[in-house]
């Protein structure tokens, strides 16, 4: 494996990197248990990477705690492994002090819902620009099985013996309602869809949050077979797709129509024809809204992304840079580094100077110094 500092001696100023998959990935040995969905993430994230073009030493990789926090540990790129619920808080200081680099989190449903979860909303509503992939398997998997924030009503686990009675959080409805620019879901076993879903979320100026259907193979087994399993996958996933109408079904066609201020689930061909069907918008935060608490036996799982922002906020399209100037945050005066450093001890709080009193692991790119940001590996 090329480390980091012999790749920039070899790479002449201003050259695009050409990176395969292999090359973001660490000498670390992975211990997620066998068939755990944590896997595929893993192999999509470093395929949409290695795909950029952007130098692995620009890249950081923050996680809390919990079985996704071991994701840094196997990326070969810079990285913290911080403390529970706090990873946004880090990430936050992270990129106002180098804005330069890009920075994504790494949470689980437990990590970011529980503890986490104040630090969670204020990233969103600040709109700072990180992506956010929460796993979520509906259950706390490292410490052996208990419920979750996402866990369902009545969810029997090692700590709620009789059945759990709060009723879970629903994330991206969370993610929306907190401000979130960019929500989006997906599905750790259909690979080509969460190599997409990554896609767009790098390409999004702002707060992305990716919400990670992830079963959990040894604690909650089947978590979300209902939407996920072969036989039934293509009658109950409805893939969203900007501009398209919401259809779906392969052996039987039904389609999302608006019924008063509620959507409905209609069957294609029954006096329902698809251009009846509502078109998906994923600049319109009421759709969002209304897909994101579909229920219902018939109800589809939404996948995709939810709400994307307006088009001036996504990287690469025509256009962008000159509207993003029009943004009121892009005519504040330029801060001096030293500004940046005191914003970013102000935002992340209390969250350093407990990390200081605890086992805080870092972790960088094998071999390289390019970045401050970390100093040792584990």
Same mark, same amino acid.
């Given at each position: 494996?090329?480390?980091?500092?012999?790749?920039?001696?070899?790479?002449?100023?201003?050259?695009?990197?050409?990176?395969?998959?292999?090359?973001?990935?660490?000498?670390?040995?992975?211990?997620?248990?066998?068939?755990?969905?944590?896997?595929?993430?893993?192999?999509?994230?470093?395929?949409?990477?290695?795909?950029?073009?952007?130098?692995?030493?620009?890249?950081?990789?923050?996680?809390?705690?919990?079985?996704?926090?071991?994701?840094?540990?196997?990326?070969?790129?810079?990285?913290?492994?911080?403390?529970?619920?706090?990873?946004?808080?880090?990430?936050?200081?992270?990129?106002?002090?180098?804005?330069?680099?890009?920075?994504?989190?790494?949470?689980?449903?437990?990590?970011?819902?529980?503890?986490?979860?104040?630090?969670?909303?204020?990233?969103?509503?600040?709109?700072?620009?990180?992506?956010?992939?929460?796993?979520?398997?509906?259950?706390?998997?490292?410490?052996?099985?208990?419920?979750?924030?996402?866990?369902?009503?009545?969810?029997?686990?090692?700590?709620?013996?009789?059945?759990?009675?709060?009723?879970?959080?629903?994330?991206?409805?969370?993610?929306?309602?907190?401000?979130?620019?960019?929500?989006?879901?997906?599905?750790?076993?259909?690979?080509?869809?969460?190599?997409?879903?990554?896609?767009?979320?790098?390409?999004?100026?702002?707060?992305?949050?990716?919400?990670?259907?992830?079963?959990?193979?040894?604690?909650?087994?089947?978590?979300?077979?209902?939407?996920?399993?072969?036989?039934?996958?293509?009658?109950?996933?409805?893939?969203?797709?900007?501009?398209?109408?919401?259809?779906?079904?392969?052996?039987?066609?039904?389609?999302?129509?608006?019924?008063?201020?509620?959507?409905?689930?209609?069957?294609?061909?029954?006096?329902?024809?698809?251009?009846?069907?509502?078109?998906?918008?994923?600049?319109?935060?009421?759709?969002?809204? #209304?897909?994101?608490? =579909?229920? $219902?036996? !018939?109800?589809?799982?939404?996948?995709?992304?939810? @709400?994307?922002? +307006? &088009?001036? #906020?996504?990287?690469? =399209?025509? $256009?962008? !840079?000159?509207?993003?100037?029009?943004?009121?945050? @892009?005519?504040? +005066? &330029?801060?001096?580094?030293?500004?940046?450093?005191?914003?970013?001890?102000?935002?992340?709080?209390?969250?350093?100077?407990?990390?200081?009193?605890?086992?805080?692991?870092?972790?960088?790119?094998?071999?390289?110094?390019?970045?401050?940001?970390?100093?040792?590996?584990?």
């Amino acid at each position: 494996m090329s480390t980091v500092p012999d790749v920039i001696a070899r790479r002449p100023a201003g050259e695009i990197p050409e990176y395969t998959k292999k090359d973001f990935a660490s000498d670390q040995t992975i211990r997620w248990c066998p068939g755990c969905g944590d896997y595929s993430i893993l192999s999509q994230v470093q395929t949409v990477f290695a795909g950029l073009g952007i130098p692995r030493e620009q890249f950081v990789v923050i996680s809390g705690i919990g079985c996704s926090g071991r994701f840094p540990y196997y990326m070969n790129t810079y990285g913290f492994h911080t403390i529970h619920g706090r990873a946004p808080a880090f990430a936050t200081g992270l990129k106002a002090t180098r804005p330069d680099l890009h920075v994504w989190v790494i949470s689980g449903d437990g990590d970011s819902l529980s503890i986490g979860g104040n630090h969670l909303i204020h990233a969103m509503r600040r709109n700072v620009d990180i992506k956010l992939l929460m796993f979520n398997n509906r259950i706390y998997g490292l410490t052996k099985g208990q419920y979750s924030p996402t866990s369902e009503v009545g969810k029997r686990t090692k700590s709620t013996p009789m059945g759990s009675i709060d009723a879970p959080f629903n994330p991206p409805a969370l993610a929306l309602g907190a401000g979130a620019s960019f929500v989006a879901r997906s599905i750790a076993v259909i690979p080509r869809h969460l190599r997409a879903t990554v896609q767009r979320a790098h390409e999004h100026t702002g707060m992305a949050y990716v919400e990670v259907y992830q079963n959990c193979n040894i604690f909650n087994d089947g978590a979300f077979a209902e939407f996920t399993d072969k036989s039934v996958r293509s009658d109950r996933i409805l893939e969203l797709r900007h501009g398209e109408p919401l259809v779906w079904g392969k052996t039987e066609r039904k389609g999302l129509v608006l019924d008063g201020l509620l959507l409905k689930v209609a069957t294609l061909g029954d006096g329902v024809a698809e251009s009846d069907c509502l078109v998906h918008d994923e600049t319109d935060p009421t759709l969002a809204s #209304l897909l994101v608490r =579909l229920e $219902g036996p !018939d109800a589809p799982l939404p996948i995709g992304v939810l @709400q994307g922002g +307006p &088009p001036h #906020l996504r990287r690469g =399209l025509p $256009g962008a !840079d000159q509207q993003g100037a029009q943004d009121p945050r @892009q005519r504040r +005066p &330029p801060q001096a580094p030293e500004c940046r450093r005191h914003l970013a001890h102000r935002l992340i709080g209390c969250a350093t100077s407990s990390a200081r009193s605890r086992s805080f692991r870092r972790r960088r790119p094998v071999g390289s110094a390019a970045c401050s940001a970390t100093s040792t590996t584990p």
